[in-house]
């Protein structure tokens, strides 16, 4: 079982940045993947950014690539979103998920792909 824990949202300008953590606990953090998807009012939970296990991979949703920066420190059980420019359409909730079936050079771009996920936190983006 893991626990996740996220947190860093609030709110902000559109053009500000933000950064995000999501802190694992309960099992080997390095034995899984990560990533960040977002819920904004009304619409589907949807993928914005993925790392694996090592840190090696990562990759993004289009609409991020440029702006956002996931990482993570394995030592500290922390995943990082860094999030640069942001707009107002991108006022969601932000939840991270982890993945232990996933290769460790895998990474999750589905809801399906993740087993665990955080309680989510609020990012509003004001114009």
Known sequence: ??????????????????RLSCTASGRTFSNYAMGWFRQ???????????ISRTGTRTDYANSVKGRFTISRDNA????YLQMTSLKP??????????DFRLSETGLGYTLGAYNYWGQGTQVTVSS
């Open 89 to 98: 359409e991108e006022t969601a909730v932000y939840y991270c998920g982890a």
């Open 1 to 18: 079982q893991v626990q996740l824990v996220e947190s860093g949202g609030g709110l902000v300008q559109a053009g500000d940045s933000l």
């Open 40 to 50: 904004a009012p009304g619409k589907e939970r949807e993928f914005v950014a993925a």
């Open 76 to 79: 500290k059980n922390t995943v």
